[in-house]
């Protein structure tokens, strides 16, 4: 299983991004996707994760800027990020569970907000 991110880079506070992770395998083969993110000397957090029905969960920190989807025809799960803050500033990394508990991790794309 392979997981693909693209869709970071650098953008001005209050900017937007969307984040893309393209699957190897059909996303409703996973109970949970999900991305996280690492801030320079900071631990990895989770940001969002979205179930197999469709409920997701926010970090507290992103909860009304950020949203997480998924389009099962494209084998893709997305993060929608507007109003960005210098502090979202991190490595992202998209992560997916299957119903089997195996986990997988994409490679992380670069989220740099500055002005």
């Known amino acids: 299983v392979q997981l693909q991110a693209s869709g970071g880079g650098l953008v001005q506070p209050g900017g937007s991004l969307r984040l893309s992770c393209a699957a190897s395998?059909?996303?409703?083969?996973?109970?949970?996707l999900g991305w996280y993110r690492q801030a320079p000397g900071k631990q990895l957090e989770l940001v969002a994760s979205?179930?197999?029905?469709?409920?997701?969960n926010y970090a507290d920190s992103v909860k009304g800027r950020f949203t997480i989807s998924r389009e099962n025809a494209k084998d893709t799960v997305y993060l929608q990020m507007n109003s960005l803050k210098p502090e979202d500033t991190a490595v992202y990394y998209c992560?997916?569970?299957?119903?089997?508990?195996?986990?997988?991790w994409g490679q992380g794309t670069l989220v740099t907000v500055s002005s």
């Open positions: 979205i179930l197999s029905g469709g409920g997701a």
């Open positions: 992560n997916a569970i299957l119903w089997s508990s195996s986990i997988y």
């Open positions: 395998i059909r996303i409703i083969s996973f109970r949970t």
